[in-house]
């Protein structure tokens, strides 16, 4: 079921209580906490004209450059351009799927930073020429509530869901994405749908999505990430990265080219020498 109607999101910034005067004395970290708070609040308003004022001196500086592009495109313009590519008419048919029913599995920050997150995967889909096939499942409990901070999501051009993703989608076509899978990933295949876990545990629940993905019989799969590099950290990437890395290898790039793009630098990733790698053509764009 699509979730149509969800309570108005309260506003991100959340007050904070007054001190009562029968509450008991703050402690002095309490106390620099609320003064910490009230300075960032009190100079928002300079935060936000700096950054306007940041962005219109980088169209202008863009204009000056390159006075033929498209420049006349302000930001509200080019963000509005965005609204007009639907998912639905998107000729991209990979589905990607953020699992977040693992609420209870996080603390309040981590659910905060996995809801980050699917923020920003949300946001690098409508930023696509031709949007993957998004999708949200499991929304609810502590999920739904952290979400609900965040304005707006309940518009988004996105298939969200309470459900759990086997209720929604055909069970042959889904395939939970996980570094612990002993199947490697080649090729992106429209109409099957990739699933994310949405969990951030700091490598608490080692292996839980694999587990899971095990025990209810359904197709598993890792990226090929040491097909294509050499990396020096361990290869459990953020939803936003894989995120991302899917993104990439839709829109045409190599699965070599979309890790490069997306790793940090802290990850140490380096490519494979000639050689050591496998095939890879870069992906064809996804179509019907
Ligand atoms: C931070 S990880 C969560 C790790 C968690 N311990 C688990 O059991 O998966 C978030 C999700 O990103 C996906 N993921 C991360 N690294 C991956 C990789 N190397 N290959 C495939 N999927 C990956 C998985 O779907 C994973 O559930």
Same mark, same amino acid.
């Given at each position: 079921?699509?979730?149509?109607?969800?309570?108005?999101?309260?506003?991100?910034?959340?007050?904070?209580?007054?001190?009562?005067?029968?509450?008991?004395?703050?402690? +002095?970290?309490?106390?620099?906490?609320?003064?910490?708070?009230?300075?960032?609040?009190?100079?928002?308003?300079?935060?936000?004209?700096?950054?306007?004022?940041?962005?219109?001196?980088?169209?202008?500086?863009? +204009?000056?450059?390159?006075?033929?592009?498209?420049?006349?495109?302000?930001?509200?313009?080019?963000?509005?351009?965005?609204?007009?590519?639907?998912?639905?008419?998107?000729?991209?048919?990979?589905?990607?799927?953020?699992?977040?029913?693992?609420?209870?599995?996080?603390?309040?920050?981590?659910?905060?930073?996995?809801?980050?997150?699917?923020?920003?995967?949300?946001?690098?889909?409508?930023?696509?020429?031709?949007?993957?096939?998004?999708?949200?499942?499991?929304?609810?409990?502590?999920?739904?509530?952290?979400?609900?901070?965040?304005?707006?999501?309940?518009?988004?051009?996105?298939?969200?869901?309470?459900?759990?993703?086997?209720?929604?989608?055909?069970?042959?076509?889904?395939?939970?994405?996980?570094?612990?899978?002993?199947?490697?990933?080649?090729?992106?295949?429209?109409?099957?749908?990739?699933?994310?876990?949405?969990?951030?545990?700091?490598?608490?629940?080692?292996?839980?999505?694999?587990?899971?993905?095990?025990?209810?019989?359904?197709?598993?799969?890792?990226?090929?990430?040491?097909?294509?590099?050499?990396?020096?950290?361990?290869?459990?990437?953020?939803?936003?990265?894989?995120?991302?890395?899917?993104?990439?290898?839709?829109?045409?790039?190599?699965?070599?080219?979309?890790?490069?793009?997306?790793?940090?630098?802290?990850?140490?990733?380096?490519?494979?020498?000639?050689?050591?790698?496998?095939?890879?053509?870069?992906?064809?764009?996804?179509?019907?």
């Amino acid at each position: 079921m699509i979730i149509m109607e969800l309570a108005p999101s309260p506003d991100r910034v959340d007050p904070l209580p007054e001190p009562s005067s029968t509450a008991a004395p703050l402690s +002095k970290r309490a106390q620099k906490k609320i003064l910490k708070r009230e300075k960032w609040l009190a100079e928002r308003p300079q935060r936000r004209a700096e950054e306007k004022a940041k962005r219109k001196a980088k169209l202008e500086a863009r +204009k000056r450059d390159n006075p033929d592009s498209r420049d006349d495109v302000t930001y509200s313009q080019s963000r509005k351009k965005l609204k007009e590519i639907k998912m639905a008419d998107s000729s991209c048919r990979v589905g990607v799927v953020v699992d977040m029913s693992f609420g209870h599995l996080m603390h309040q920050r981590d659910l905060g930073k996995c809801c980050k997150q699917l923020l920003h995967c949300y946001s690098m889909n409508r930023r696509l020429a031709h949007p993957m096939q998004f999708y949200v499942t499991s929304l609810k409990g502590a999920s739904l509530d952290e979400m609900k901070r965040h304005h707006g999501f309940e518009n988004w051009d996105a298939h969200i869901h309470e459900e759990d993703y086997e209720a929604v989608l055909p069970r042959d076509k889904i395939v939970y994405l996980s570094s612990e899978s002993e199947n490697v990933i080649d090729n992106l295949s429209p109409d099957h749908y990739y699933v994310i876990g949405g969990l951030v545990d700091h490598n608490h629940h080692k292996g839980l999505c694999h587990r899971l993905a095990v025990e209810k019989g359904l197709k598993h799969a890792r990226l090929p990430i040491d097909e294509f590099i050499d990396i020096k950290t361990r290869k459990v990437l953020t939803v936003d990265h894989v995120f991302k890395i899917l993104t990439s290898v839709t829109e045409g790039h190599s699965w070599k080219e979309a890790f490069m793009s997306v790793l940090p630098s802290r990850k140490g990733a380096v490519e494979k020498a000639e050689g050591e790698e496998q095939e890879n053509e870069p992906q064809a764009k996804s179509s019907e």
